[in-house]
């Protein structure tokens, strides 16, 4: 590949990047128990056995037979959930039927004219409007609770803030207590947790197919670096690591600097993620030449997937994942400036093969 060639795969995989960052939110079908975009719907007639969601809206207009856990910035039921509703979001809104109980984090709460909620309902929220029937209790914590025509609350209701409407609706006692509120930090952190790492984990898949596609040799020479010196690729990445943060902030300090300091960070901030994929593939590829299997593929899977299983685990997965990034990011430095000390030395006219040729 001739050094212009490689040029144009290098800024591929930038677009494909950027790509992957700003389309892979796109909307999605929710075909699976979890899931992860800017829109997770389950369609009107579809079924799953549960849903556990992170996205920037999730909907549920079909049927969910068992729970659905989703944090998100807007969350609707419109259609039927067998089980218990557990959300933090911007908004929640149920104009459906939820047969368990429903307990939200959000800023603004909504159970419609209609809607039912077979258990007990315990919010958090700045504004609750409950209009539809609540067949168990509730515990509200909101700044303006408003209770419409055609709310009907079976038990009790307790609630902190200002209570507002049809307070006839309630058939057990009303009894205010400003201590109530609802945390469900607890509850909802490790899903969304869990669900983010899905979404990196599919983001990191996609890149580092894109990089093996476009540069099988270089990354093959990226994992042989890691492999054959990795002291002194581990080295090399921490110099990296430490380097050029200093010299992007020398070149913002100077006016005419700062639009290249610009670039620089993006630039910077796209090598680190190659060099999060190159470490994870070239310490896998490492790992399974040990026991006679050679396959790019299965490494690049092992290694993204291991590395995400390492996230999980406190300290010490941490640790594991900066040394296996330091080790990726040296290698893919060393790489690249092989590669341009080897353009630069050949004669002009004559083409060199380049990462990508085979």
């Not at 209790?137 to 709310?151: H, Q, R, V, W, Y």
């Not at 309630?170 to 509120?181: C, F, K, L, Y």
């Not at 469900?184 to 899903?191: A, G, R």
């Not at 020398?250 to 960070?265: H, M, N, Q, S």
Request: glycine share 14%; no cysteine; hydrophobic share 50%.
């Amino acid at each position: 590949m001739s050094r212009n060639r490689f040029s144009q795969a290098v800024v591929i995989v930038a677009v494909v990047a950027l790509v992957l960052v700003g389309t892979i939110p796109a909307p999605v079908v929710a075909q699976s128990d979890a899931q992860t975009g800017g829109t997770v719907v389950v369609d009107e007639g579809e079924t799953v056995d549960e849903l556990e969601a992170f996205g920037g809206t999730v909907i549920v207009e079909g049927t969910v037979t068992g729970d659905v856990n989703a944090v998100a910035g807007e969350v609707r039921i419109e259609g039927d959930v067998g089980g218990n509703v557990e959300a933090a979001a911007g908004s929640v809104t149920i104009d459906g039927t939820v047969d368990g109980n429903v307990e939200t984090a959000a800023g603004s709460f909504t159970l419609a004219e209609d809607a039912t909620v077979g258990g007990n309902v315990a919010i958090g929220a700045g504004t609750a409007v409950i209009d539809g029937t609540i067949e168990g209790s509730a515990e509200i914590g909101a700044e303006t609770i408003t209770l419409g025509e055609n709310a009907a609350i079976a038990g009790d209701l307790r609630y902190g803030g200002t209570l507002e409407g049809n307070t006839d609706a309630v058939a057990g006692e009303i009894e205010q207590d400003p201590s109530i509120g609802v945390d469900l930090t607890p509850t909802i952190q490790p899903i969304a947790s869990w669900l983010f790492s899905l979404y990196v984990l599919a983001l990191n898949l996609l890149l580092g197919a894109a990089l093996l596609a476009l540069f099988p040799r270089f990354s093959d020479r990226v994992a042989g670096r890691v492999a054959s010196a990795p002291i002194k690729s581990g080295l090399t990445g921490l110099g990296v690591l430490v380097a050029v943060p200093i010299l992007l902030i020398a070149l913002a300090i100077t006016v005419v600097g700062i639009p290249f300091a610009i670039v620089g960070a993006f630039g910077f901030a796209l090598m680190i993620w190659i060099g999060v994929i190159y470490g994870r593939y070239a310490v896998a590829a490492w790992l399974l030449s040990a026991v006679g299997v050679g396959n790019r593929w299965l490494a690049l899977v092992v290694g993204l997937v291991g590395g995400a299983a390492l996230a999980q685990l406190p300290y010490v997965g941490d640790l594991l994942n900066l040394l296996i990034f330091l080790l990726g990011l040296g290698a893919l430095t060393y790489g690249l400036y092989s590669h341009r000390r080897a353009s630069r030395d050949e004669p002009r006219g004559v083409t060199a093969e380049g990462p990508a040729s085979d």
